[in-house]
């Protein structure tokens, strides 16, 4: 139930700042300007709770609403109004659900969507306009997908398939998000070992993602990832 906190202007090594509500884990993750979201995820069972805590002062998360289901494993983005949790698994299901949240209230999330496949494992980058959700593990065919659905934040409709990433697979990978691409990095890769390749998707154009031809340094399974 950590919360961990460390500066951007030195490298220090972070500090314990407060506890989330509950102890879990696969959670999906979210930020407004001023507030970081904690949002779903299994302790086990699943939870359908939505953490909030301050960046502007140290202490515990506050449970400031539900997600209309519980789940975990699920894709977190985020537009300047609004955040989002979508995909997952309730245990067994895999889900397709597209959930959204107000910053300005503390209120319950409402479902405004689907994804084009019921997947778990799955990641989300954020672009300014539009919520981007890359691989994961469907049920049937059981397997991994290579595909990438968009979502455009002001209008609550479904996603749409705009592509696929270089490889199947990659579920459990990290998303990160600059001004203009996404970034999906390591993750197993067709069930034969963790990945390390670094793959890119414009928000600009729509298409598949490309290998970007540079690679982690390791091989890993489920990394974290940050942006500037």
Not at 36 to 45: H, L
Not at 142 to 149: N, P, S, V
Not at 190 to 207: E, K, M, V, W
């Amino acid at each position: 139930n950590i919360i961990d906190k460390f500066a951007f202007s030195n490298n220090v090594t972070g500090t314990d700042v407060g506890n989330l509500t509950v102890a879990r884990r696969q959670v999906c993750s979210q930020s407004s300007s001023t507030h970081g979201y904690t949002t779903g995820g299994t302790a086990p069972p699943n939870t359908n709770i939505c953490d909030k805590f301050a960046y502007a002062s140290d202490g515990d998360a506050t449970d400031v609403g539900d997600n209309t289901l519980l789940r975990s494993a699920c894709a977190g983005m985020n537009s300047t109004t609004h955040g989002f949790t979508a995909g997952g698994t309730t245990d067994p299901t895999h889900r397709n659900e597209i959930d959204k949240f107000s910053f300005a209230s503390n209120n319950n999330a409402t479902d405004v969507g689907d994804l084009t496949q019921a997947r778990t494992g799955t990641q989300g980058a954020s672009s300014v306009t539009h919520g981007y959700v890359m691989s994961g593990y469907i049920a049937s065919p059981a397997g991994l997908t290579k595909r990438i659905d968009k979502f455009a934040f002001a209008t609550n409709n479904n996603s749409t398939n705009i592509g696929d990433v270089a490889t199947a697979g990659h579920s459990g990978g990290s998303c990160t998000s600059s001004v203009t691409h996404g970034y999906l990095c390591g993750g197993p890769n067709n069930n034969a070992g963790y990945g390390h390749t670094i793959l890119r998707t414009s928000f600009s154009t729509d298409g598949d993602a490309v290998d970007t031809l540079q690679d982690l340094t390791h091989w890993m399974q489920s990394p974290g990832g940050c942006q500037e």
